[in-house]
């Protein structure tokens, strides 16, 4: 009798603040900030995606990775797997929703590792489409932030910090 397939659970991370909206550009910040357009704030789930092959605006948030041999991973350890042990295995598979909601699935040799993975402000543990795909996060160098999100996004300080990097007007 062959193992029975895992409930799928996409690694994520608890947030509480505001995903902001300035132009076309997504960003969160622990607070609403003065003149710039509010999306959504609260408490939010945050999940990573792992971006496609080619099509880099296309990522998967993983909530099954199955290997060749039929082990199958949810959450961080899938997570982990995919980050740093994957490429020993091409033909595994992740299972999981795209960063515009729809159910797929992907070869892990059809995924690019080398980019960085995409954040994800999701309104809570069930949603299955993103509410935002934030490009940085508007918070102080002392403020309670998961650790994730911080290897995935560039950190400033205010808005003006970030316009300035970013060189906008």
């Known amino acids: ?34 003149d710039v357009e509010t999306i959504a704030s609260g408490a939010f789930i945050l999940r990573y995606g792992a971006r496609y092959l080619g099509r880099p605006y296309l990522s998967i948030v993983p909530g099954l990775v199955a290997l060749d041999y039929g082990e199958m991973l949810t959450g961080d350890e899938a997570w982990n797997f995919l980050l740093k042990r994957s490429h020993s295995y091409p ?11 729809v159910d797929d699935f992907q070869l892990v040799r059809q995924l690019d590792l080398a980019l960085p993975p995409e954040t994800l402000v999701y309104a809570d543990e069930s949603a299955t489409k993103p509410i935002a795909r934030p490009v940085a996060l ?13 290897e ?14 970013d060189n906008r007007d």
């Open 152 to 165: 995935y996004l560039p950190r400033y300080a205010s808005i003006g910090a970030w316009q300035a990097e």
């Open 91 to 101: 033909r595994a598979e992740a299972f999981g929703y795209r960063n515009d909601g």
């Open 1 to 34: 009798m062959g193992k029975s397939i895992p409930e799928r659970k996409p690694p994520g991370d608890p947030f509480n603040g505001v995903a902001l909206k300035i132009d076309r550009t997504e960003l969160l910040a622990l607070s609403a900030i003065e």
């Open 138 to 150: 508007i918070a102080p160098d002392d403020a309670d932030v998961p650790a994730r999100l911080l």
